[in-house]
């Protein structure tokens, strides 16, 4: 018998076997991979478990800001055991970009109280002692954002703080009162 007459053509039964087959693998491939790589949805779990999610490009980059950009610049001279809060007031979802440092180590916390509710309300971030810190802010929720600092030292440092971003204005919380600063955006 030659090889030509030994091969039969696949029957009916075996297509639809094979195409039901691809068919299923091409649903599992769908529902486990593209879904979450190309457009963030994640039937299976699959996505998270494999890192696909943070492929997908469902977000844009892009974020519009309720409030013009404004930079700030400020000094705070701190003598022995005296501290400083200054805060910026903030929308949800505002971003702020900062850098903030000291002469010598001080004492400081990045709080937030949400607006309206007052400072039992409010919302620690970080604390510690450090004579610098840099970074981004992303506000959780409308109100106050910012920073408290107090020289534990013996010796007068000064606190120079450097902010950009989407604020409307400043507070400075100080000797048991407080004052507003105005802040002019950049561009109107």
């Keep these: 018998m030659s090889q030509a007459e030994s091969t039969q053509a696949p029957t009916a039964r075996n297509i639809l076997i094979a195409t039901a087959i691809a068919f299923a693998v091409g649903v599992v491939?769908?529902?486990?991979?593209?879904?979450?790589a190309e457009f963030g949805a994640d039937p299976l779990g699959t996505g998270r478990l494999f890192g696909l999610t943070a492929l997908s490009a469902e977000e844009n980059?892009?974020?519009?800001?309720?409030?013009?950009?404004?930079?700030?610049?400020?000094?705070?001279?701190l003598g022995p055991f005296q501290s400083v809060e200054y805060k910026y007031t903030m929308d949800m979802d505002s971003s702020l970009v900062f850098s903030w440092t000291s002469d010598t180590e001080v004492y400081f916390d990045m709080h937030a109280e949400p607006a309206g509710l007052g400072a039992e309300y409010a919302e620690s971030f970080e604390q510690g002692n450090a004579d610098n810190r840099s970074g981004s802010f992303h506000a959780p929720f409308a109100g106050i954002h910012g920073w408290f600092w107090e020289n534990r030292g013996t010796r007068t440092v000064t606190v120079r703080l450097h902010a950009s971003g989407f604020f409307v204005d400043s507070t400075v919380f100080r000797d048991g009162g407080d004052y507003s600063r105005v802040i002019e955006p950049v561009t109107n």
Excluded at 64 to 72: I, K, N, Q, V, Y
């Design 61 to 77: 980059p892009f974020e519009e800001a309720a409030e013009p950009h404004r930079t700030d610049y400020v000094e705070f001279e």
């Design 29 to 36: 491939v769908l529902l486990a991979a593209i879904l979450p």
